[in-house]
């Protein structure tokens, strides 16, 4: 997939989430948003997946650690055919299978059920660990918020992928900067992110999480690195897309209403009217 058929499939995945959680009057939006160009360019590009056999032994894994950002991972899943986009409205109704954090028992195309914090890296590691004592080819993927690595798991976890060598996982950090409580530079700061990470033998890369050219690059480097896992430290924006929801940390765990949604999808509207005038 070109760069621009990404950039339309990643601003499809926007509109998903914002229908999502405001038919759920509920949800996380706002790191669902900074992640989507991520979630796309990863199941539409990057990872060997197929929608028709999710269950393949030899297929990518992909653990989502920030699990309450499930709107952009089941966004993303609908756009490549795991279950229909009509059924994004029924998040977090009371009989849906897309519920408020994924579940691996009855989501397709979700590895690993997730939703408490630090968490997912550990069983991607474990994932990972299986497939090099399997003698297996697939890559483990899991993405962490900024503020989910104040967990001290996430640091066990990381410490034993370095000490293993674990060249077939990638650790993803959605830098956008807030969490629910603001700042995370103010909450407890994660930062030097890129040199903790070096610090547990990870390969590390940092990249514009809204450039495709740029996780191209990264995923492939990551690709190339052996003897070490990759860490990729993805600096992007709150919200990204929706113009009164960027860099606000109010919009972490708010669902727009009716008037705030038609603006949103407005937004996105012009985004997709623009790219295909490219």
Known sequence: ????????????????????????????????????????????EEMNIDPQNPKDPDRDRFVLSKGHTAPGLYATLAQRGYFPVEDLVTLRKLGSYLQGHPDMKHIPGVDMSSGSLGQGVSAAVGMALAGKMDQKDYRVY??????????????????????????NLVVIVDNNGLQIDGKVSDVCSPYPIDEK??????HVINVDAHDFDALKAAFD??????????????????????????????????APNDEQYAVAMADLEKVGEALCQK
């Open 1 to 44: 997939m070109d760069k621009l058929a990404l950039q339309k499939t990643a601003n499809e995945v926007r509109k998903g989430i914002v229908t999502a959680v405001h038919a759920a009057k509920a949800g996380h939006p706002g790191g669902s948003l900074s992640a989507a160009d991520i979630f796309t360019y990863l199941y539409f």
């Open 221 to 254: 480097e990551a690709r190339a690195t052996k003897g070490m896992p990759t860490a990729i430290i993805a600096h992007s924006i709150k919200g990204k897309g929706v113009s009164f929801m960027e860099n606000q940390v109010s919009w972490h765990g708010t």
């Open 142 to 167: 899991t993405l962490l918020g900024d503020g989910e690595i104040e967990e001290g798991q996430v640091w066990e976890a990381s410490m034993f992928a370095g000490h293993r060598k674990l060249d």
């Open 197 to 202: 990470f070096k610090a547990f033998n990870f």
